[in-house]
């Protein structure tokens, strides 16, 4: 059924969308309608109070529904299809579409050239047609896609042209004039027919009834199937006796009509009898015969006859299936129409029972006839399909819309495919509020077309407008991503088609793909900046660039953690750095290695992982993986090059020896550490193992080179430490050792200094004093302080009797310089 709102035009958008709609006209062929022109008339006001005042104006008669009902008023000679007189116009030329097409077929059939008295109203319903034709040509009508008013005129003109102009200006052609002129050709009375194209305008006025919820929905649907009938069962008997007239009248005996006799009547002659009594006749035959209980009185005569019967019960079988379906609809219930209906009759119960007033009730129901005559919840037909399909569907309908969007600008394909697969579309009338300031938002939109504003509202109600919002724009993001309050209302100017798209599915979406959800902050933070300078919202967007990194590098490292590669694969493809460190300056790469995961520690190399980052606590991934005994990531790891850093390695070295933990011990020996490294007392892990009677300790130890002659600070040796324990075993394995070290080398104090010589830095100034700092000289240390007293006074060519450490105590021994020490030379003694 056609939309009245196109005033009857051939081509108008359909309710049910079973036919495809109009393309839709070029930009720059579309001019907006009333609404956008008052709105930008209204915007060029001088002064604010005049433009608040133009605003406020607006709004109350786009609420009352003023803008969307009253003509055109920006285009000269255009009429809106829901103008008071063009719906009285459009009243009067139904009436005439049901004269014209009842009479077609009686015309048809039952005259040969019309008589006197019925020319002239048959002129004057032609005349009304070429006047509403003429009509057609100002009417504006609303796209099928972006169900805008199309005002211009030349759009206007074609779309009329294109579509059933023509079979309108042939209806309006003198047919019966035409044929008494070309000599009664009976091929001329054929082109009548075309008349019946005006019956749409019925189409459109039932439909109206069918959607005005003044009138019982119920006898609306069974005075239409009742017409349908009526109609059929017209046309037939009006065909029937066309039949028979066709037969010279010398033969009329053998048509239907002229052998009938009905008691003592009979209708030999027929062509005289009464034309309600012929028709009256015919549309017995024709209703009997649809009914298929046919009497025997009448019956078909001729094969034509016989035909045409055989043609028309079978068009009667599907008439009867349309009607029989449509009763039982009525009852079962359901329709869309009867939808709209319900839920328009509980909105007027509800705003009756709370006593609304007549604004807000304007747009409600504005709203809801919108939603009914939209095109947008046809999208329900595609809950059926694979969700693969419905995917691919909504891309390629809303992709186009969004992929010029600012907000998403630089983003990835796979990222706007997501977004574009999830949105929902709306339209929205002028004046309406989606969002007022202050409120919390759980909605992000996009504006494929109309025009809507961004108005900031004062304390003390005063407004004034921010920015203007056009196709291509999206709103709602700054309250979304940044958990804020909605800054500034958003109302509609002109209608609105929107797409829609909540913020849990958003955020999901964001969570996703990271490296897009910089990018969208980072494009956030870039087009607000011409809109508003708001600092608060600017560092806002900051926080949350800079949180989102935060929960980045904890997602990547958990996933890491878990050993979970997939989602961390994801992550990665998602523009996530295998390089970003948590909280405790961990990467990825030093979890995997100590949670043991062969495959992540590879996976991770692959992608570029830094292999000898340290963390906090000074720990490469290869200590860690040390540490938790992961020989195969051990070995990947040195094979990669990674490098063995250990922060006072004889600390933890001799540490490890206490506790006995002689598989770390072995591991970082092996990777090069020298078994000989002291701690801050100069003790080695042999000292250690010596003082504990740890006999394997101190074979492994000597087996990767431990010296037996190395003192600590009290001078004592691992044998000493041994001698002390009273292991005997223990003792026995170092004095081997020790024999076999000093063949090796002649003296323990010329071993230590070859093997394990010390060096330190001097210099000739103190730190905790104002002076002028000075180079200072490396030397190794000597036996004896005197000794290196003696050599930094020379190299410094300066005077000094004492040697200080950095916190000023003088050192009696070189045995308590460490190496690398820092020193001073002092005059105090």
């Known amino acids: 059924m056609k939309d009245e709102g196109t005033g009857g035009n051939p081509s108008s958008d359909r309710t049910d969308h079973d036919e495809m709609t109009p393309p839709v006209p070029n930009n720059n062929e579309i001019v907006q309608s009333s609404e956008v022109e008052e709105a930008k008339d209204w915007r060029r006001d001088e002064s604010r109070d005049s433009r608040n005042d133009a605003i406020t104006t607006f709004k109350q008669k786009s609420i009352n529904g003023h803008l969307h009902d009253d003509p055109c008023s920006t285009e000269k000679f255009i009429i809106h299809p829901k103008n008071r007189i063009y719906r009285l116009w459009f009243f009067f030329i139904v009436a005439w579409a049901v004269y014209s097409t009842f009479f077609t077929p009686l015309e048809f059939g039952f005259f040969r050239g019309l008589p006197d008295h019925l020319i002239f109203l048959d002129i004057a319903g032609q005349f009304a047609f070429i006047i509403d034709i003429v009509v057609q040509f100002f009417v504006a009508y609303r796209d099928g896609r972006t169900y805008l008013m199309i005002t211009n005129h030349s759009s206007i003109a074609m779309r009329y042209l294109k579509g059933i102009f023509i079979l309108d200006v042939l209806a309006c052609f003198p047919w019966d004039s035409i044929y008494k002129a070309c000599g009664n050709k009976e091929e001329i009375r054929y082109f009548l027919w075309i008349r019946l194209v005006r019956v749409r305008k019925i189409e459109a006025f039932l439909q109206k009834m069918e959607r005005d919820t003044r009138i019982n929905y119920m006898f609306t649907r069974i005075l239409k199937l009742i017409i349908v009938e009526l109609y059929c069962t017209h046309t037939a008997a009006c065909l029937f006796y066309y039949l028979a007239t066709t037969i010279p009248a010398s033969m009329e005996e053998r048509t239907w009509i002229g052998s009938l006799k009905l008691g003592d009547f009979s209708y030999s002659n027929f062509r005289e009898i009464d034309l309600l009594k012929r028709y009256l006749t015919s549309l017995y035959f024709a209703i009997i015969t649809m009914a298929t209980v046919g009497y025997g009185d009448i019956h078909a005569v001729n094969v034509r006859e016989m ?116 949105l929902h579309e709306e339209f929205f009338l002028p004046g309406e509020v989606i969002l007022e300031q202050a409120n919390a938002v759980d909605q992000l939109y996009f504006v494929c077309h109309g025009v809507l504003e961004g108005v900031s509202i004062g304390v003390d109600g005063s407004e004034e407008i921010v920015f203007q919002l056009n196709s291509h724009c999206s709103f709602g993001d700054i309250a979304i991503l940044c958990n804020i309050p909605q800054p500034y209302t958003i109302r509609v100017c002109a209608l609105a088609r929107l797409l829609r798209l909540d913020k849990q599915t958003f955020t999901n979406i964001l969570e996703i793909y990271f490296y897009d959800g910089r990018t969208v902050f980072t494009n956030l933070l870039q087009s607000k900046e011409s809109q508003t300078t708001n600092k608060k919202i600017e560092s806002d967007i900051a926080l949350h660039i800079a949180k989102q990194e935060a929960e980045l590098a904890l997602k990547v490292n958990n996933a890491a953690y878990d050993g979970d590669l997939r989602h961390l694969k994801g992550l990665v493809r998602a523009g996530a750095d295998p390089n970003k460190m948590d909280y405790d300056g961990r990467t990825p790469l030093h979890l995997a290695a100590s949670k043991g995961y062969v495959d992540l520690v590879h996976y991770l190399l692959k992608v570029g992982a830094k292999i000898d980052k340290t963390d906090r606590f000074g720990c490469t991934p290869l200590l860690e993986a040390i540490n938790n005994g992961h020989d195969r990531i051990v070995d990947l790891l040195a094979n990669e090059g990674a490098s063995l850093h250990i922060d006072d390695v004889g600390s933890r070295l001799c540490m490890a020896v206490a506790r006995g933990d002689s598989d770390f011990l072995k591991r970082v020996l092996c990777h090069g550490v020298d078994a000989n490294v002291r701690d801050y007392d100069h003790r080695t892990p042999l000292h250690i193992a010596s003082s504990g009677g740890l006999y394997m300790m101190a074979k492994l130890l000597l087996d990767f080179g431990a010296s037996v002659l190395q003192e600590d600070r009290w001078g004592r040796t691992p044998l000493d430490e041994a001698r002390r324990c009273g292991s005997r075993p223990l003792v026995q394995l170092l004095e081997k050792a020790k024999s076999s070290e000093q063949l090796e080398f002649p003296s323990t104090l010329e071993c230590q200094d070859k093997m394990h010589p010390k060096k330190c830095t001097v210099f000739s100034f103190l730190p905790w004093e104002e002076h002028e700092r000075r180079a200072g000289v490396v030397v190794w240390v000597p036996r004896t302080i005197e000794e290196l007293v003696n050599e930094s006074t020379s190299h410094l060519k300066c005077s000094g009797s004492c040697i200080l450490s950095e916190d000023g105590g003088k050192i009696l021994d070189t045995n308590m310089i460490s190496d690398g020490q820092k020193l001073y030379l002092s005059h105090n003694q």
Request: proline fraction near 3%; aromatic fraction near 8%; hydrophobic fraction near 40%.
């Open 307 to 422: 035909i045409f019967i055989m043609i028309f019960v079978s068009f009667d079988m599907i008439l009867g299936a349309y009607l029989i379906g449509n009763m039982t609809a009525l009852i079962v219930r359901g329709s869309k129409t009867e939808n709209f209906r319900d839920k328009m009759t509980d909105l007027i119960k509800y705003m009756n029972r709370n006593r609304l007033g007549k604004e807000i009730r304007n747009q409600i129901k504005g709203h809801v006839q919108l939603q009914y005559e939209s095109s947008y919840k046809d999208a329900s037909v595609l809950h059926d399909l694979p969700v693969s399909i419905r995917a691919k569907v909504s891309e390629c309908l809303y992709k186009p819309h969004i992929e010029n969007v600012p907000l998403l600008q630089n983003c990835s394909a796979e990222f706007i495919n997501q977004i574009a697969t999830r």
